[in-house]
C-alpha cells in the first residue's frame, strides 16, 4: 500500500467532522491513504474475503501507534466518521474491516500505474474525461439539496435516510414553515440530544421529525422550552371582567361589582 497515490478533494475543508481538529483530519487522511485502490485478497475474522477499492483491515492500536494519537481518541474519530455515514466498519476480536463510503466518487478508475502514462496517453486522456463525466452527473446527484437544507441536515444529530428527510422538509416548508424555523428545531433538538446523552438509535429519524404530524413544533418558539411544553399567554377575554378587575389590582375588600 506504499506505492501509488490518491485524489484529495478541496471538499474536505467542508467536511465538519474530518476537519473537527488535526487529529480527525489525520485519521481521515490515514483511511484513504491505506485503503485499497484494487481489489486484492486479505484474511478477516478467520475467513478469505476479498478487499474492494475502498476497504482496508487495521485496528485501533495499529492508528494510534502509526499517527501517535491516543487510542482512546481514534475510537470515538472512526465512531464520529461512522456515525455520519462517511465509513462503514465491521469489527473482529482483532482488528476492523472499514469500508469509505463514496470512494469511487472521487477516486474511480483514476489510479493509473505511472508506467501506462506514455504508451497509453490517449486513452488514458479519454478515460479519465469520462470518470470526469461520472463524477460530474454523481456529485449534481448530491447537489440537489437546498442550502437551506444543507444548513439543517448539518446541525441534525442523526444523518440516516437524507432523501426521505429531504422530501419531509419540502412538504413543511409548502406548508408555510420557514427554513429559519426548521434550522431552529434541529438545533433545539440536537441540543437536548447533548444534554441528555441521548443513544443515537433513540435519536428520531430526520424524515420522522419532519412528519406530518409535526413533532418538530415542539422545540420552536413557543413550544418546548427545557423539556416542559409551553406556550404564548392567551389573548385576555374582553368579556371576563372579573379577571380583568384582578388583573388591574383590585382586592377584595374594594371589588363592588359591575
Not at 485478497?41 to 502509526?66: E, W
Request: proline residues 4%; charged residues 30%.
Amino acid at each position: 500500500m506504499s506505492d501509488g497515490w490518491i485524489k484529495l478533494h478541496r471538499k474536505t475543508l467542508e467536511n465538519p467532522v474530518a476537519c473537527k481538529d488535526a487529529d480527525y483530519l489525520a485519521v481521515w487522511i490515514y483511511l484513504l491513504l491505506k485503503a485499497t485502490h484494487d481489489e486484492i485478497p486479505a484474511n478477516f475474522r478467520g475467513h478469505k474475503i476479498v478487499l474492494k477499492p475502498g476497504q482496508l483491515i487495521t485496528g485501533r492500536m495499529k492508528i494510534a501507534s502509526d499517527l501517535s494519537v491516543n487510542e482512546s481518541k481514534v475510537k470515538r474519530i472512526l465512531s464520529a466518521f461512522k456515525n455520519d455515514q462517511q465509513i462503514d466498519q465491521q469489527t473482529s476480536n482483532k482488528n476492523s474491516l472499514i469500508t469509505i463510503l463514496n470512494w469511487n466518487m472521487y477516486q474511480k478508475n483514476d489510479q493509473q500505474g505511472g508506467q501506462q502514462m506514455t504508451s497509453k496517453r490517449p486513452a488514458d486522456d479519454q478515460q479519465v474525461t469520462t470518470n470526469k463525466k461520472e463524477r460530474t452527473k454523481e456529485c449534481k446527484k448530491e447537489n440537489i439539496y437546498s442550502p437551506g437544507f444543507a444548513e439543517f441536515w448539518r446541525v441534525y444529530p442523526r444523518k440516516v435516510e437524507k432523501g426521505n428527510c429531504y422530501k419531509k422538509y419540502q412538504a413543511r416548508l409548502r406548508d408555510g414553515f420557514s427554513e429559519a424555523q426548521l434550522f431552529e428545531a434541529a438545533e433545539k433538538y440536537a441540543a437536548e440530544c447533548k444534554r441528555n446523552r441521548t443513544e443515537q438509535k433513540y435519536i428520531k429519524h430526520g424524515s420522522t421529525f419532519l412528519s406530518d404530524a409535526l413533532p418538530f413544533e415542539d422545540f420552536l418558539k413557543g413550544g418546548m422550552t427545557d423539556g416542559n411544553r409551553t406556550g404564548p399567554d392567551p389573548e385576555p377575554d374582553p368579556d371576563d371582567l372579573v379577571s380583568q378587575a384582578i388583573a388591574a389590582g383590585v382586592t377584595g375588600d374594594g371589588f363592588e361589582g359591575f
